[in-house]
């Protein structure tokens, strides 16, 4: 919306490029985001890479148009771009905790073109919002690390927590639980092909008897020799 703005005010072509090289972008990183879905759904990472390639040129690109929405000297089109600019940066410092040094460049995409525009707009008053923009990047950066910090505390904990919920407490072995789990998984993966007429599957189930009482004796033969073998301890 900007950049149609941006042609009707100034009649130019830039902002024509700025609108193709937008939904060209767009359409790209959509593909990507399904490839990614699709992938990991089969247990793999997928083009990760190419997204954040993606979504990197579309911030150099929205830098570029803000710039030259700034220095057209339109006012309606300078505070457009300003809050388009800080909107950006404020979700970024958000959405892209995970990953700070990629949601710093695109920080920095965004706001540094905007800032030289806005230092050298013929607009009234807009090289006082220029020479602010540094103090509020700055202090965004700071809440995207702290963001950061508490995600990676949350995550630790949920793994752990998870770890704590399939894994038993004194071997460290998978319990009930995770077998479940990875059962119900296999079956799921193997379901949807089973029913479209793929290679059908089963799976089999069996009951030993006196399997707790011979684990029982072996763990307290195990034990007893620990204990003969260490008396003090």
Request: hydrophobic share 50%; with cysteine.
């Amino acid at each position: 919306m900007l950049a149609v703005g941006a042609t009707v005010v100034t009649g130019d072509r830039w902002p024509y490029a700025w609108m193709a090289a937008d939904l060209i972008l767009f359409a790209v990183r959509f593909l990507l985001m399904r490839e990614c879905e699709r992938t990991r759904k089969r247990g793999g990472t997928g083009p990760l890479a190419g997204l954040m390639a993606a979504g990197g040129s579309w911030s150099v690109i929205f830098g570029l148009g803000c710039y030259g929405c700034v220095v057209s000297g339109d006012m309606a089109l300078a505070v457009l771009a300003a809050l388009n600019v800080a909107g950006v940066v404020g979700v970024v410092s958000s959405r892209n905790a995970a990953t700070p040094r990629y949601a710093i460049f695109v920080m920095l995409a965004v706001s540094l073109p905007f800032l030289v525009g806005a230092l050298f707009s013929p607009a009234p008053g807009m090289s006082i919002v220029g020479f602010q923009v540094p103090f509020y990047v700055a202090g965004v950066i700071i809440v995207l690390l702290q963001n950061h910090a508490i995600n990676a505390r949350m995550i630790r904990a949920e793994l752990d927590n998870r770890d704590l919920a399939i894994k038993d407490a004194l071997t460290g072995l998978p319990n009930r639980i995770f077998l479940q789990e990875k059962l119900r998984g296999m079956c799921s993966e193997l379901a949807a092909p089973a029913a479209n007429g793929g290679r059908p599957f089963a799976v089999l189930s069996m009951d030993l008897d006196g399997f707790n009482t011979s684990m029982t004796a072996s763990a307290t033969r195990s034990a007893t020799c620990c204990c003969a073998r260490w008396p003090n301890d």
